[in-house]
């Protein structure tokens, strides 16, 4: 199994705390983000890990890791940075990550073990860790519906109410070997500014569309986001009060 840690922006909304370092090199705890997932990868049973990395990508830390360039970093979204994976991941299965979450090693085996050829972990807990981060949670939440057996009917929309947020999609994503060529084979059809252009739930969607059927393995809160200031000073919070534990 392989991993890929999408790590090539900077994070602009972390304010100065990136003006020397990119975002997966923030410190939570004293840690920096990128060695959270590697260690909650690690535990899982992945050790053959790649990194995107784009901004300052030279200061990322990560030593065992092989290192992708995405020179494109200012002008693409993360779907770009898979891409640029491509050839890495070759016809292996792959635990794809952001790296501005945390997490331990269980969604990341629960994923693993997921019976649809690509799955997507989300929180069912996602209000309480929104109504913390926000003022009014549907500022930044996201549309995620689910169909039967736990597969994904929509994703990554504007919400208008509650009723449209069966949880929220984390940031994590794994797919089988027959998962990942369909997802290649879908983004080898596009023009490259199409692909340029093209955010992560837009692919999920559009892959959707197209018939693929996307798993949903759910997570019960236990994990967090960093984006902001308020949210590295929340998550740290929550470590030093044991709500959020992420010993591996």
């Known amino acids: 199994m392989k991993s890929v840690l999408l790590a090539a922006g900077r994070g602009r909304r972390l304010g100065d705390l990136t003006n020397n370092r990119p975002k997966c090199m923030v410190e939570l705890s004293a840690k920096p983000l990128i060695h959270w997932q590697i260690s909650a990868l690690s535990a899982a049973g992945i050790e053959d890990i790649a990194v995107v990395r784009g901004y300052l990508g030279e200061s990322i830390d990560a030593p065992k890791a092989t290192f992708i ?25 792959v635990v ?13 085996r629960r994923l693993m073990s997921a019976y649809n050829d690509i799955a997507i972990t989300y929180d069912t807990d996602w209000l309480d860790l929104w109504s913390k981060r926000f ?24 919400p208008s109410n509650l009723g449209q947020i069966e949880g929220q999609y984390m940031g994590l994503l794994h797919f089988s070997k027959v ?6 084979k ?11 252009a093209m955010d992560m739930t837009s692919m999920l969607r559009e892959l959707i569309s197209d018939g693929q059927k ?3 393995v759910p997570v019960h809160g236990n994990w967090a986001e960093i ?9 740290n919070s929550m470590l030093k009060s044991g709500k959020l534990q992420l010993i591996v």
């Not at 794809?96 to 990341?108: E, K, L």
């Not at 003022?135 to 504007?158: H, R, V």
């Not at 998962?179 to 290649?184: F, I, Q, S, T, V």
């Open 214 to 216: 996307i798993h949903g």
């Open 135 to 158: 003022a009014d949670p549907l500022s930044d939440a996201e549309t995620f519906c689910l169909g039967s057996n736990n597969t994904i009917s929509g994703i990554g929309q504007k």
């Open 69 to 93: 360039e995405n020179k494109d970093w200012q002008t693409t979204n993360m779907v770009t940075s898979l891409y640029k994976a491509r050839h890495w991941i070759g016809d292996q299965p």
């Open 179 to 184: 998962g990942w060529h369909e997802c290649l």
């Open 227 to 235: 984006d902001s200031e308020s949210d590295l000073i929340l998550c």
């Open 186 to 196: 879908y983004l080898d059809s596009l023009t490259e500014l199409d692909r340029k």
């Open 96 to 108: 794809v990550s952001y790296t501005d979450i945390v997490y331990g090693p269980d969604p990341v």
